[in-house]
Nanobody
């Protein structure tokens, strides 16, 4: 069955870096767009980034452009989110998700995704 497992979260000081991993199983990663979302306490879920091989699209939220980089390793069936220059406002639970339907491009709308990981906590604090 389809599974997504995030890892790599933790506590980091402002200005620091983390790399999140999303290990996928039960499907061929190459056929699906994978998105990263985050949700902070008391806030709505936010689309952070996405990568799609089918149309080559990549998405970054304005709040993370220039600081976060998404990449994928189809051999390892893993999608990564490299997060640099982290800020306290990046603190949230980060989730990866698989886009509905094969060969669809990226979307920042969470309802366009139908499989989600369990999330990994990222805390940016001094």
């Amino acid at each position: 069955q389809v599974q997504l497992v995030e890892s790599g979260g933790g506590l980091v000081q402002p200005g620091g870096s983390l790399r999140l991993s999303c290990a996928a199983s039960g499907f061929t990663l190459d056929y699906y767009a994978i998105g990263w979302f985050r949700q902070a306490p008391g806030k709505e879920r936010e689309g952070v980034s996405c990568t799609s091989r089918s149309d080559g699209s990549t998405y970054y939220a304005d709040s993370v452009k220039g600081r976060f980089t998404i990449s994928r390793d189809n051999i390892k069936n893993t999608v990564y989110l490299q997060m640099n220059s982290l800020k306290p406002e990046d603190t949230a639970v980060y989730y990866c998700a698989r886009r509905r339907g094969a060969n669809n491009g990226c979307s920042d709308d969470g309802t366009a995704y139908n499989y989600w990981g369990q999330g990994t906590q990222v805390t940016v604090s001094s």
